[in-house]
Each structure stands twice: as structure tokens, then as C-alpha cells.
């Protein structure tokens, strides 16, 4: 129980310096700052752009001046000489004067430069009503004529929400892949860095060495990752909680309930979709790397060599990474299913051999086990070999400390 306790010491004091730190904090919400700014700069734009485009509107035509009067895109004047003066002051970015003859409107627009297509559509909606109502006062049609021309088209939707057809599933299926796996990509990417330069900050201090003379080095070797996931598990909760926040507002802001009210069905399913083997093999893929992180950040005898020492990782995810990619059109070739057992890359192939169908449940547990089998062993070993990594100061090159330290560990 005393060492737990000592584990979990090192596990919080581990996690409470690495969220403290500024950088930590800006990979966390630099993403959304940008996104936030963009967003009240668009709605100002948006705002100076629907103010500069208010047209007048001169028309004596109530039929058409009630319509647009509900909008915000017009403003209605009495007569022409108080709608220049309007657009001279700068109220309006012109004006349409709309003269009204026994048998067709007549509309001018006065303006520096031409009408916004927008304002243009919804003007000609109003103006193409109030000419139909003229035709047909003109035409002087009997009651059952009229009936007639005002007879409109029967339209019936009949439909089965419940269900996506089965490319609809394929594709978010696809998706939710590629999800699972960019983000496995950039949280090794991030924290295998992260941990290697944490343990190589440590590498010889007498701090150590008075650490491993009160508690195991394996043990403390185990509160440094348990801290590192702690913080990936913060950053993503914070993500989360963002996320929840954004899909349950985002239905009240006008300018967005729209578009995502038709994505909203897509979202459900990939999030449905969240949890399967792909996320278990991700989940498994990250602690892999991250603890081997730890081995790289231990070898090195300087913190500023962290860097060097976990480009093996780097290289392991660009391999996996680009491998899922061009593999996507051919997960059947051998390539794709050697790959899909081993640990490491199996976390960007087997799930893709399930989303394609190319691989039975049964295959993916086998891969599974294998990886569990890899990492338990992983890191069994590392804990042995950890002390022995972090007290040398020797300065002989990375591989040279590796082999020391198996030689002592034999010994």
C-alpha cells in the first residue's frame, strides 16, 4: 500500500507539472480560440456587410411593400427625393423606385454598384407576385378559371428515417475510421514527446537516486505514465465536454441549426459507431507507444536529445499512418493482413480490415490478444530495465546505454 501510494504521488505530481505548463494549455485551446475568432469575425463582417446592403424601396404598392417590410434587407420611403437623400447620407447602398401602370410594374434601381443578387431574387419574388395578381385582374377570369390556375402540384414524402441505406453506412463507417486513426496520430505524435523529454529532464540527478533508494524503479516508472495518460485523459474530457456543449446549442443558433440539422443524423451514427474494435485497438496502440516513449526519453543522456531519441515512433506512425492510407482500396492483400498482427502498426490496420469487411471478429481478437501480449511483456521488461536506463550519465550514444543496461539487468 506504501508504494501505491508513492506511485500515485509520482503519478499527480507528473500530471499537476505537465497541465500547469503554458504549452499544454495552448494545444489544448489554441484550436478553439482560432475557431472562436474567426467566428465573431465572420458575424461582424456578416453584420457590416448586411448594414452596407440595405436597399430603399419606393413603391406606393402595398402588396409589396408589407412583404418586404418584415425584412431587414429594405427600407421603405414615401417618395424618390427622400430615398436619394437616404443613399446620398449613406443609410443605403441604393434604392428602387417601383411604378405601378394599369397592366405591369416598372422597378429602377439607382445605385453605385450593381444589386446584390441575393436582395435581387427575393425583390423579383415580390415584384413577380404583385405582376401575377395585375394578370390576372386584367384578364378577368371567371370564379372556376381562377380555381383553375390556382390548382398546385401534389407532393407526398414517404420515407424510412430509421434506417441508413448501405453505402450511407460504409461511408460513415469509413469515416469513423479515419477519425479513430488521425487521432491515435496525433496523440502519439504529442505525447510520446512529451513523455520522452519528461524522463530525459530527469536522466542522473541525484534526485533519482534518492527516489529509487526509497521506492522501486519500476513502480515509479509506472506513476510517470499513469501521470502522461492523466493528461491525455484531460485534454480529452476538455474536447468532449466542448464538443456535448457545441452539439446541444448549436440547434439554438439561427445560423447554424439549419446546416446542422442535416448533419446531425451522420454525427449520431459516427458517434454510435465510436465504440468498436477500432477504438479498443487505438486505446491500446496509444499506452504502447507512450510507454516505449518513456524507454526513449531514458536512453538519452540530455533532455534537448528527447527529440532525436523518439523519432523510431515517429517513423512507427508514419509507417502505420500512410500504410492505412494505401492499403484503404486493398485491405485483402498480404501486406495489409501480416501488418494487422503486428504490434505497433495492427492499431492502424486491423481496424481498417474490419471497417472493409475483410477481417472476422475472431481475427481481430487474435490480433488483440497478441497486442495485449506485446504490451504486458513491454512492460514488464521496461520496468526492469528503467532504473538502470535513467541513473547513467555516461554519455555513449543511445544504443550503447541500451546495451549496458540489458548487461546489468542479466547480471
Given at each position: 500500500v506504501k508504494i501505491m501510494n508513492k506511485t500515485w504521488l509520482v503519478a499527480k505530481e507528473t500530471y499537476r507539472r505537465e497541465v500547469k505548463n503554458w504549452s499544454f494549455l495552448l494545444m489544448i485551446f489554441a484550436p478553439f480560440i482560432v475557431l472562436i475568432i474567426s467566428f465573431f469575425f465572420g458575424m461582424s463582417s456578416s453584420s457590416a456587410f448586411d448594414d452596407n446592403t440595405k436597399v430603399g424601396i419606393v413603391s406606393q404598392n402595398e402588396g409589396l411593400v408589407q412583404p418586404l417590410k418584415k425584412t431587414k434587407d429594405f427600407d421603405m420611403y414615401?417618395?424618390?427625393?427622400?430615398?436619394?437623400?437616404a443613399y446620398q447620407a449613406g443609410d443605403v447602398s441604393g434604392y428602387i423606385v417601383v411604378e405601378n401602370t394599369s397592366a405591369q410594374l416598372e422597378a429602377t434601381y439607382y445605385g453605385t454598384e450593381r444589386l446584390d443578387s441575393d436582395l435581387k431574387e427575393e425583390l423579383m419574388r415580390g415584384l413577380n407576385a404583385q405582376q401575377q395578381v395585375l394578370n390576372l385582374k386584367n384578364a378577368k377570369l371567371s370564379e372556376q378559371q381562377l380555381k383553375s390556375l390556382s390548382q398546385k402540384v401534389k407532393f407526398t414524402e414517404k420515407t424510412n428515417s430509421k434506417k441508413l441505406d448501405a453505402n450511407d453506412e460504409k461511408?460513415?463507417?469509413?469515416?469513423?475510421f479515419w477519425i479513430l486513426i488521425f487521432v491515435l496520430y496525433f496523440l502519439v505524435q504529442t505525447y510520446s514527446t512529451i513523455?520522452?523529454?519528461d524522463i530525459a529532464s530527469e536522466k542522473g540527478t541525484k534526485?533519482?537516486?534518492m527516489i529509487f533508494s526509497s521506492m522501486p524503479g519500476g513502480n515509479y516508472f509506472d506513476g510517470k505514465v499513469l501521470g502522461i495518460f492523466m493528461e491525455i485523459l484531460t485534454q480529452l474530457i476538455i474536447y468532449a465536454l466542448m464538443f456535448s456543449g457545441f452539439y446541444y446549442l448549436a440547434p439554438q443558433i439561427d445560423r447554424v441549426k439549419e446546416t446542422f440539422a442535416q448533419v446531425k443524423p451522420a454525427i449520431d451514427q459516427v458517434l454510435g459507431q465510436i465504440i468498436s474494435w477500432g477504438l479498443v485497438f487505438v486505446i491500446l496502440g496509444l499506452i504502447l507507444y507512450i510507454v516505449y516513449?518513456?524507454?526513449c526519453g531514458a536512453i538519452v543522456t540530455k533532455?534537448?536529445?528527447a527529440n532525436k531519441a523518439v523519432q523510431p515512433l515517429v517513423y512507427l506512425t508514419l509507417l502505420g499512418l500512410f500504410s492505412s492510407m494505401?492499403?484503404?482500396?486493398?485491405?485483402d492483400s498480404i501486406f495489409a493482413i501480416i501488418m494487422s498482427y503486428v504490434p505497433f502498426l495492427s492499431s492502424f490496420l486491423m481496424p481498417l480490415r474490419l471497417i472493409k469487411g475483410n477481417a472476422t471478429n475472431l481475427e481481430a481478437g487474435v490480433s488483440m490478444v497478441i497486442l495485449v501480449i506485446f504490451l504486458m511483456g513491454s512492460i514488464l521488461w521496461i520496468r526492469k530495465i528503467y532504473p538502470s536506463l535513467i541513473l547513467q550519465t555516461d554519455d555513449n550514444g543511445m544504443w550503447k546505454n541500451m546495451k549496458r543496461a540489458l548487461q546489468g539487468i542479466k547480471e
Open positions: 414615401k417618395n424618390k427625393t427622400k430615398a436619394e437623400k461511408n460513415l463507417k469509413t469515416a469513423t513523455m520522452a523529454q534526485i533519482m537516486e516513449a518513456a524507454v533532455a534537448e536529445d494505401s492499403l484503404s482500396n486493398n485491405p
